[in-house]
Each structure stands twice: as C-alpha cells, then as structure tokens.
C-alpha cells in the first residue's frame, strides 16, 4: 500500500474475511480507546478517539473499545464472534503507553480462546524505533498480523500488511489492490531500509540512544517536577507527560523556535521521535533547549 491507513485498512479486510470463513457472524474488531489507526472511513472508525470520528457519521458497525492495558475489560468483550483485536504495540498518538507486564501475552491468550486474530499496528513503532526490528519482539508476542509504514520506505510513501499463512489464504485475486502499491521507487526505498535496520548493530545503537534520551528526560522531570509527571516509552520512541495541557502547544513552539522539532499529543505528553541515526550530541541539544524552555513555565 502508499500509507499506514491502507495497512491497516487491508488488515481489517482480511481478517474480516478470515473470520467469514469460520462464522459470517464472527465479525467484531476490538481496539483500544486513545488508539490511532488511520483516517479512512474503517481506519477512524477502528481508532478509538471520538474526536476523530465527529462530521463523518455514519460509522462502519462492528468495532469496540477497551482501555489499553485493561486485559480483564477486554475479556469481558470478547467472544467467539470476535473477529480480532487490534492493537498498537505502543501506544503512540495516545501518549507514548508500552504494555505494562504480561498484558500482550494475555492478549494473545484471549485471541486464540476466542479463534480471534492479533493484529498489531506497528505503524509508529516498527522498523527498529523500539530497539527491535518489530516492537512486538521485546514483548514475546506474535501477532497473525503486523502493519508498517511511516519508516519502512525511510520517507518515501509506502505502507504494508503482512500476515500468516493461514491467514493469507483468505485473500484470493480481486480481494485486494491499490494503484501505487508495490511501485518500484518506494520498493526500492523499503528494501535499502530492509537492508539496514535489522542489524542488530543498527538495532543496538538504537537502545543505546534511545535510553541515553530517556535518561535525560528523567533528569528534566526532577529538575521540573511541578512541570513534568512522567517520563515513558522504549527506544526512540519517548513521551514525557506534562501536569496539565496549558503549556504544552507553547513549549512545542518555543522548541520549534529554538531548532529542536518535537510535538504535543494527547494535549499534554511531549512526544520524542528522532530519526533512529540521532546520536547523543544531538539529544544534549534537544535536552538543554528544552531545559531552557520549561524554565520559562517552571514557576
């Protein structure tokens, strides 16, 4: 596909169409409330923020929510006519949330008891950003179907769903298709990407970085801590929550002012998402500009 909504759009398709075969009634797609999928039709229906879905009802029935996390809400929802449940690994537009424990293992449990494909929306967090090639990876979980995009072409637009065997075999010609899916430039793109990521010396640095930076931001948070609440994430992928909403489009602009590109979501967890080659001279300049900024608000 060309983007993250058509990943995740062609895995909401499929596995709709895996769960026919077993059920035609078998259909209910759970995902998580601060959840962020796409903005087509089926993709905003499937992110679980209202906001997104005010002006374009009506939405496209079958889809729930549960808190992310909640593993005792999510076996309360579910049942043999779930189709699948669809997960960020991490939770990114929602604030920066990693599984907490065993809570993507539990999950897994739950989707094979119910015959329900996992689906994992690694649209922000794949392609090396947690550390690991798929973020899954550091939870010991395999999904039946993971999505890409974002980083997998290293900007050029590309998105992609890939799936198991058996799930595969829902799919036939005509199922599915797009008209720039699978052009040779973004091709092109994707495998220099593909060829690079998953060393794990790449993957290593990544770590290193990625907890040199969130290190620092704990150092931020006990310097500014009627400012900054909590400081989460994995790998290049960070959020520091800020006490309340007030400031924080102002610091993304004061930041943006002084260089540093960070951004706000949320309404008030900074988000950190480096390009993965970042080093660490880098992250004391994003550090020591944002210092100074939050000191303007630290009153």
């Not at 973020?135 to 979980?141: F, N």
């Not at 690079?196 to 620092?216: C, H, I």
Request: aromatic share 8%; hydrophobic share 40%.
């Amino acid at each position: 596909g060309n983007s993250g909504a058509e990943a995740n759009e062609g895995a909401i398709k499929i596995a709709r169409k895996y769960a026919h075969q077993i059920d035609p009634e078998k259909s209910q797609i759970i995902t998580a409330w601060d959840s962020f999928h796409g903005r087509t039709i089926a993709t905003l229906t499937a992110t679980g923020q209202p906001k997104y879905h005010e002006g374009f009802g009506p939405l496209p029935d079958g889809f729930d929510y549960v808190h992310y996390n909640d593993i005792e809400e999510l076996e309360s929802m579910m049942s043999e006519k779930t189709a699948a449940v669809m997960l960020e690994t991490i939770q990114g537009e929602g604030g920066v949330y990693t599984p907490e424990g065993d809570y993507l293992k539990k999950v897994r449990a739950l989707c094979d008891k119910y015959h329900a494909l996992l689906i994992f929306d690694e649209i922000q967090a794949g392609i090396g950003r947690s550390g690991k090639f798929f973020a899954y990876e550091k939870y010991g979980v395999k999904p039946d179907i993971v999505t890409l995009a974002k980083g997998l072409a290293g900007g050029v637009p590309i998105g992609a769903f890939i799936v198991t065997d058996a799930v595969a075999k829902a799919f036939h010609a005509g199922d599915h298709g797009t008209t720039f899916g699978g052009n040779p430039l973004a091709c092109a793109a994707a495998n220099v990407v593909l060829d690079t990521v998953p060393k794990p010396e790449f993957l290593a640095y990544v770590e290193e970085v990625g907890s040199y930076f969130k290190q620092q931001l704990e150092h931020l948070k006990a310097k500014h801590s009627a400012l900054i609440t909590d400081v989460r994430g994995t790998g290049l992928i960070l959020g520091a929550e800020l006490a309340s909403a007030e400031h924080g489009r102002d610091i993304v602009n004061d930041c943006l002012a002084e260089g540093a590109i960070i951004n706000c979501t949320a309404g008030k967890v900074l988000r950190f998402i480096p390009p993965l080659i970042i080093t660490k001279e880098q992250v004391d300049t994003v550090i020591l500009t944002l210092d100074d900024v939050l000191a303007k608000y630290d009153k």
